[in-house]
């Protein structure tokens, strides 16, 4: 089976080790984190390994932010994927989580910080109307 390893952060070595891989049989293509506010490169970008076995390299996934955009990119891709580290930690593709646990939880912290923003938006209005009146 083939691989391929889009490496976001650390070492593909370390990680192909760690998760007990074959580090001759997988291709590594290297992404900026930044590349992953772009859904159409990187759903395209996993659409061309079609037959591939997908992972997400990182150095660590407690710390690794978008690990649910990654899974979303996954499921608009139709493809199953995993998430790795250097210490063979794994999270993998799992569309049920995805749907009943992560894309909440991310539309609770989108309208939280819709929230935020209006409420602080309107608070440094009348801080600035108070301050300059006079």
């Not at 580090?23 to 591939?52: A, H, M, R, Y």
């Not at 932010?65 to 199953?80: A, E, P, W």
Request: positive net charge.
């Amino acid at each position: 089976m083939k691989f391929v390893l889009f490496l976001l952060s650390g070492n593909a070595q370390k990680i192909a080790d760690a998760n007990k891989l074959n580090f001759e049989e997988i291709q590594i293509i290297k992404l900026d984190e930044k590349e992953l506010s772009k859904p159409t490169k990187i759903v395209s970008l996993i659409k061309q390994f079609k037959g591939f076995k997908v992972y997400f390299g990182t150095i660590d996934n407690r710390f690794q932010r978008f690990q649910t955009f990654i899974k979303i990119y996954l499921l608009l891709s139709c493809s199953s994927g995993i998430i790795i580290d250097e210490l063979g930690q794994q999270n993998k593709f799992n569309l049920t989580r995805l749907i009943l646990q992560e894309l909440p939880l991310l539309l609770v912290e989108v309208v939280y910080s819709i929230v935020l923003i209006i409420y602080y938006h309107i608070k440094i209005y009348l801080l600035k109307w108070k301050y300059t009146r006079n």
